[in-house]
T-cell receptor, first 113, second 114 residues
């Protein structure tokens, strides 16, 4: 039972345009969400996170939006660069429990020069 | 470089064998997590340790076990290996054990069971 879903396996975007990566979750107890980026042969790298008390968090070119009522979050990358080409994982955790992360299956982003 | 180290990078072994994967967390991090990534799967949480004590277990098989030592490094032991155990195994670390902590991942160990 996938509690974190990334339904689009891949996304291709032109350099300079916006990349929007989507993530849905089913567990209403999740209240902290993270995005990780992963290059081949490397471990996931933390990108940005958001707490459920916020609906937006921004860090440079990366912005994460959270819609709690829809149980949906998205990662916006503006402008997209070829170096952003990687697999992006959405993850969630639940305060009050341990800090284990529940991951989606990932989205492969390709940014075309 | 996340500061988390994992050895070995690659491991090839046969069914029925036993292997040990090693992880050293970032300096100052007390919590260690193990995740498994199989083909076409996201990362699946296996087990968490904090300062030497087990804190949480995920869908970890009984054939698998782990421990965290006084110097905070951790080992994941996989025994009676099966073909389906072939996967990437990642270790992550964080400062605390509670939620709302970013976890920092090592480069992973690729296990191939033949």
């Amino acid at each position: 039972d996938q509690q974190v879903k990334q339904n689009s396996p891949s996304l291709s975007v032109q350099e300079g345009r916006i990349s929007i990566l989507n993530c849905d979750y089913t567990n209403s107890m999740f209240d902290y969400f993270l995005w990780y980026k992963k290059y081949p042969a490397e471990g996931p790298t933390f990108l940005i996170s958001i707490s459920s008390i916020k609906d937006k968090n921004e860090d440079g070119r990366f912005t994460v939006f959270l819609n709690k009522s829809a149980k949906h979050l998205s990662l916006h990358i503006v402008p997209s660069q070829p170096g952003d080409s990687a697999v992006y994982f959405c993850a969630a955790s639940e305060t009050g429990a341990n800090s284990k992360l529940t991951f989606g299956k990932g989205i492969t982003l390709s940014v075309r020069p | 470089d996340s500061g988390v180290t994992q050895t070995p990078k690659h491991l090839i072994t046969a069914t029925g064998q036993r292997v040990t994967l090693r992880c050293s967390p970032r300096s100052g991090d007390l919590s260690v997590y193990w995740y498994q990534q199989s083909l076409d799967q996201g990362l699946q949480f296996l087990i968490q340790y904090y300062n030497g004590e087990e804190r949480a277990k995920g869908n970890i098989l009984e054939r698998f076990s782990a421990q965290q030592f006084p110097d905070l490094h951790s080992e994941l032991n996989l025994s009676s290996l099966e073909l389906g155990d072939s996967a990437l195994y990642f270790c992550a670390s964080s400062v605390q054990w509670r939620a709302r902590n970013e976890q920092f991942f090592g480069p992973g160990t690729r296990l191939t069971v033949l």
